[in-house]
């Protein structure tokens, strides 16, 4: 239990020297905003995913089986829009790749610009989910979270993927005392699944009460704040905004 906590306060505080820096808060912050859009994805936009691309293989082939509940045409429009951004963030993350600090601020700037985007158009359309918003939002959620995933990627922090969590769950349980195993960073993995937990449920709940598009004001005030750190913490060259080796 003492390591436990010690790493999850090491996570959510890390020391000086730590060797990702203020890196790993900001990647909790970023799967707290995977959890609110797939809300916002599943429970208003047709039962799609924009972010758990898994969960959209799976609904594709439920759909094509025939599942009246599913679209074939969405899952396939979401996992085209996400390959994308995650091209468009392989090609961010060549460019930055001697800086994570600047990678994860720029890369989240323009999340915010596409989140932005998605918040005009569900204003717009005044809490009406017609085909055109439907389709147009799963592409700007898409493409940020294809994004965010393959910077995420590029960052290289441990158990901070921001987006999957099934390697994080085997990992607490296949790395645990019990199995034989060092059970490494098991506060951090924690976390990352706390923060997956506590987006969707607190977007679930905005969803029930509240329209969709303050759901999605929440993912862009949380991404504004995010690329702002990023942006004041990385104008140093510290150890932590090289790659990791």
């Keep these: 239990m003492y390591k436990l906590l010690t ?3 090491r996570t959510l505080v890390p020391p000086k ?3 990702h820096g203020p890196l790993p808060p900001l990647m909790l912050t970023l799967t ?14 047709g039962h799609v995913f924009v972010a758990n691309m898994t969960g959209n293989v799976v609904f594709l082939g439920f759909a094509l089986a025939g599942a009246r509940t599913l679209s074939a045409s969405a899952s396939v429009v979401s996992m085209t829009a996400f390959l994308a ?15 994570r600090g ?3 601020a720029t890369a989240t700037a323009l999340q915010a610009v596409l989140v932005a985007a998605a918040v005009i158009t569900a204003a717009a359309s005044d809490g009406r989910i017609t085909t055109t918003v439907q389709y147009t939002l799963i592409v700007l959620l898409g493409l940020a979270m294809g994004m965010q995933n393959a910077v995420a990627r590029r960052l290289g922090v441990p158990d901070l993927t921001t987006t999957v969590l099934t390697l994080t769950l085997t990992g607490l349980a296949a790395d645990s005392t019990p199995a034989g195993g060092p059970a490494p960073r098991p506060g951090r993995r924690i976390l990352s699944v706390l923060a997956m937990f506590l987006g969707a449920l607190g977007g679930g709940l905005l969803l029930l009460h509240a329209e969709f598009t303050l759901t999605l004001g929440l993912v862009l005030l ?3 704040v995010t690329s702002a750190a990023a942006h004041r913490l990385s104008a140093s060259d510290a150890d932590w905004t090289r790659p990791p080796a």
Excluded: K, P
């Excluded at 707290?32 to 936009?45: H, K, M, P, R, W």
């Excluded at 951004?85 to 001697?98: C, E, I, N, S, V």
């Design 222 to 224: 949380l991404l504004v």
């Design 85 to 99: 951004g995650a091209l468009a963030g392989g090609r961010f993350g060549t460019r930055f790749a001697a800086h």
């Design 7 to 9: 790493d999850a306060a």
């Design 102 to 104: 600047r990678l994860l």
């Design 32 to 45: 707290v905003v995977t959890g609110l859009v797939d809300a916002v994805s599943y429970l208003s936009l």
């Design 17 to 19: 020297g730590d060797r």
